[in-house]
T-cell receptor
């Protein structure tokens, strides 16, 4: 898979359920970031996890990072209809690349009321 | 919360014409970026800018593209002679430091006819 590939490509759940999205990457990284994009809108930063961190929480979001497997997961707990959006992971390669984030194709999440 | 603002939200131009996309980054941020997203494709890095010069640019950012910070608040992307394949959503972003989260604007949808 390419750098920053998410799976699944699409996920449909009921309100109140948890949503888990995964991201795999290939190269060593400084950090991995998750962004949300509502249809036709800009990207909103959700959470940044550094290469020396394993888990991070922010509200209903939980992100894990496994650098040995070059993978990350984003868990949204108790989902709401307003969480409907596309979710992207983005990696910043180790060793420079000032702001050169490599984005995946994203997971399209649909939360049904 | 402070925002990155982009104008215009939509721009339609004829092939071969010059366009300037404008951005006002967050005021205390030091690093500025342009990304683009062709419909249905990944978000792609174009260029990063710091201390009034380009820090890094991608292969996409060829001689047809240029960036400028003409004053203390604006950050512009110029495409000298637009091509059909330049049609995309262009996102400006800024960050306070490298290896930190990026704040994205809502984007300019560029349509080249």
């Amino acid at each position: 898979s390419q750098q920053g590939e998410e799976d699944p490509q699409a996920l449909s759940i009921q309100e109140g359920e948890n949503a888990t999205m995964n991201c795999s990457y290939k190269t060593s990284i400084n950090n991995l970031q998750w962004y949300r994009q509502n249809s036709g809108r800009g990207l909103v930063h959700l959470i940044l996890i550094r290469s020396n961190e394993r888990e991070k929480h922010s509200g209903r979001l939980r992100v894990t990072l496994d650098t040995s497997k070059k993978s990350s997961s984003l868990l949204i707990t108790a989902s709401r209809a307003a969480d409907t959006a596309s979710y992207f992971c983005a990696t910043e390669a180790y060793g420079g690349s000032q702001g050169n984030l490599i984005f995946g194709k994203g997971t399209k999440l649909s939360v049904k009321p | 919360e402070p925002e990155v603002t982009q104008t215009p939200s939509h721009q339609v131009t004829q092939m071969g014409q010059e366009v300037i996309l404008r951005c006002v980054p967050i005021s205390n941020h030091l690093y500025f970026y342009w990304y683009r997203q062709i419909l249905g494709q990944k978000v792609e890095f174009l260029v990063s800018f710091y201390n009034n010069e380009i820090s890094e640019k991608s292969e996409i950012f060829d001689d047809q593209f240029s960036v400028e910070r003409p004053d203390g608040s604006n950050f512009t992307l110029k495409i000298r002679s637009t091509k059909l394949e330049d049609s995309a959503m262009y996102f400006c972003a800024s960050s306070i430091q490298v290896n930190e989260k990026l704040f994205f604007g809502s984007g300019t949808q560029l349509s080249v006819l």
